[in-house]
């Protein structure tokens, strides 16, 4: 798309006739664009570890015999497994937590990421994400190291130590989408886009078996020794992402001038470029913004569902715990990591060929990735006495759920580059939210009564919940850069609001000046 501006100059919205002489393309090798997504996966793998190893080192904190002992309520429609029950007998810790002691401690982590999230997206616009990103993270990493100090000094230092965790992560996805927007030419987001969230996944599957060794065979006592390890490789990052990777293409002193000259003709203002005002009020006008927001709020849900729920299923009603085996546990996010970077290649490939527009290339991907998951949980409600069906069902399920990494996703580049982080962070922030209700609305439900049919009508509504908002982005959603952000329009804007705020400085003088007249 080109636009004309007002002096003449013709400026470049997308130039897909750049894509074979991309460099540090297909052809070219790898590109400095290359090494800042590598390091953005990376960064979000790191994110990712910091926030799931708790709940893995909780379990070896505990002291569970300790505690008093309350009969969990055990579906008998698959028959009573003795044997399996008594090989899940509880490893013992020195922490004598209560489960809602556990709650508040497992909670805390979350409450801080949430808090920070739409703050960190409006600073970043105005002062760049580069910063925020790297020295939240570091913050994440450097109090990670302090949580076994934090544990022993007691727990609402525990509780404190987690909460600022937290807030240090609140960077990390806003600012990796503001970052993504100056970096990554359009026909190449679903790809790298990919790559960077697949880094969720990635660190998913690391942290659980990894966590799980350190806690049994680790130095310093076993638990302790997660945190250690992952605060100092985490550390390790953060000083190599703030001295290696600019912000944007044009403030980056390492990156080739050809494939600076292909970035910046790819993307006409980009946040880099200029900085007007936001325009709030078209943004939450606009249907294609509130259909990521449900497309977001809709998968946090249904995943939620999906990763915490069908195990416990599977302990009530099968009597078959998933977390007996690591990498059963870590299965489902390793299959949606693979899908992910798959469903992107397909998805930059769809794009490439011209037969396809971004509409309906996030349109299909994101239906795969929403509607994929949908169908898994009905099936799962289904299974019956099966644990193997479930577990297939779940990595299933859970992989092709990797479609929407280039569906709604990255969508918000697509919408409007300058504000693509402003726009990640209120979507990610509510989604969290969301995703909050989903262990909510299951307890309510088998509250007492684990049966089939009870957890049945779980897996029905998470899976109503997907494809009413894979549905609602099916038809209002937009691959197309949106009206509000039209840099040919930042002058017009700017003169605008100049002249508004010179009249109201006329009003004002002209109102002192009759009242000194009156005295």
Known sequence: MVSQSRSGHVLVWEQPGLEDERPGGRSGGLGRRHFVTFMLFLGMANAYIMRTNMSVAIVAMVNHTALPVVAEHIDTECGVDHANASSNAAQDGEF?????????ILSSFFYGYVLTQIPFGILSKRYGARLFLGV?????????LLVPIAAHAGVEWLILIRFIQGLGEGPIVPCSHAMLAKWIPPNERSRMGAAVYAGAQFGTVISMPLSGLLSAYGFSG????????FGVIGTIWCLGFLFFVSEDPEQCTRIQENEKKYILNSLWGTAGSSSPPIPWSKILMSMPFWAIMLAHMGQNYGYETLMTELPTFMRQVLHFSIKDNGFVSALPYLCMWLFSMFISVVADWMLSSGRLNHTQVRKIINSIGEYGPAIGLFIAANTGCNPAATVAILAIGVGLNGGIYSGFKVNHLDLSPRFAGILMAFTNCLANLTGLLAPIVAGYIIEGRPTQAQWRKVFYIAAGVYIFCGTFYNIFG????????NPAEDEAIAKKAAEKKAAKQERKAAKNQIQETAH
């Open 222 to 229: 076993g638990w302790p020794s997660i945190f250690y390890v």
């Open 96 to 104: 004598v937590w209560s489960s809602t002691l556990q709650g508040y």
């Open 136 to 144: 939240g993270m570091l913050i994440n990493s450097v109090f990670g």
């Open 478 to 485: 937009s691959g197309r850069r949106q009206d509000w952000d």
